[in-house]
């Protein structure tokens, strides 16, 4: 099959011309405008036009409509190249005589199907002619291997807006991601909680916020790609046996009370929650401790409060029963001495 291809474009003639040659069109020639390519049509037989529609000179469209209006080029088939994509577009160029377009940037997979169908086609030309004696089923024949073009037409176009809507959907995601990434990196960074990340395999701290950098002592870069252990120390060992066990076996645990001392003395007690989740693909650990210092510290006060107060109670009744036996005695001795009590008796 003989082409000629219509392209302006210096880099896209060559890459097109490339894709030709890989798909073993090695009779291809070469036009850069619409007027040079009617001259080339007049004097040498292509079979198919590759014709793109914006040309300088006169329009890829009026190039298509002057071949269909030539006697000698009729018959030709006329692949049309755009970067145009709205139905406009595709009416005008099928109204100017196209047979089928195509949408740049063209693929070898997309350019070799289009070819593919316009070597059927132009098989199916061939074949009518030769048996033009019957011509009303010649007609018939090309009549429904146009409908079935267009039809084909139709459904690469729905297939092209398809694909334009998942682009539009992936770019909104793409944009959605983001902003919450954005969202969580403001939440992390201004929660009053200190949260810490680490990596569970070798229990590196990958990040924190600011709440654990100042809860630490420490600038962030020393925080960075050490372990829990370089900066707390846990009151009871168990406490750290048992959430790492539920950590693995639940992949969280929630609101578990620990005490723990940092590298700098400084003991705080926390409620303690952890999730295992991914973050860029890796498995992490995300660990928020709600500090409950001040709490233990009142909830002890309160306590010791109330100790004092069962003391003294205990004290106040064991003097108020030796009063009463005092008197007892008291009344016991006037009897004896025949004086009336002095006590009325409260046992």
Aim: charged residues 35%; contains cysteine.
């Amino acid at each position: 099959m003989r082409i000629l291809l219509v392209e302006d474009d210096r880099t896209q003639c060559e890459e097109l011309f490339l894709l030709l040659r890989t798909l073993g069109y090695e009779d291809t020639a070469i036009a850069i405008t619409g007027e040079a390519a009617l001259e080339l049509l007049d004097k040498e037989d292509f079979d198919l036009v590759l014709l793109d529609l914006l040309l300088p000179g006169i329009h890829g469209n009026e190039v298509c409509r002057a071949i269909r209006g030539s006697p000698r080029n009729y018959g030709k088939y006329v692949l049309a190249i755009t970067a145009q994509e709205d139905s406009a577009a595709f009416q005008a160029i099928m109204d100017a005589g196209a047979d089928d377009y195509l949408i740049k940037p063209a693929s070898l997979n997309q350019l070799r199907v289009r070819l593919l169908l316009a070597r059927r086609f132009l098989s199916g030309s061939r074949q009518a002619r030769e048996f033009e004696g019957d011509k009303a089923q010649t007609e018939a024949a090309l009549r429904r291997a146009m409908d079935k073009l267009h039809r084909r037409n139709e459904r690469i176009h729905k297939i092209n807006e398809a694909l334009r809507r998942e682009i539009e959907s992936k770019t909104f995601l793409e944009k959605a991601l983001t902003n919450a990434k954005e969202y969580f990196s403001k939440l992390f960074h201004l929660c009053p909680d200190p949260i810490i990340i680490t990596r569970p395999q070798d229990g590196k701290l990958v990040d924190c916020n600011e709440a654990a950098i100042r809860l630490m002592d420490f600038s962030k870069e020393d925080f960075l790609n050490k372990t829990a252990v370089d900066f707390f120390v846990w009151h009871d060992r168990k406490d750290k046996v048992n959430l790492l066990r539920d950590l693995a076996e639940n992949g969280e645990v929630a609101e578990r009370e620990v005490a723990l001392t940092t590298r700098k003395g400084k003991v705080f007690h926390a409620l303690l929650s952890a999730r295992v989740m991914s973050l860029g693909g890796e498995n992490c650990v995300l660990s928020i401790a709600h500090d409950i210092t001040h709490r233990k510290k009142a909830e002890a006060s309160v306590r010791k409060a109330l100790e004092e107060k069962e003391k003294l109670n205990r004290l106040m009744s064991g003097r108020e029963k030796r009063v009463l036996e005092l008197k007892k005695e008291v009344n016991e001795l006037r009897a004896e001495l025949g004086l009336p009590a002095e006590y009325r008796a409260t046992l």
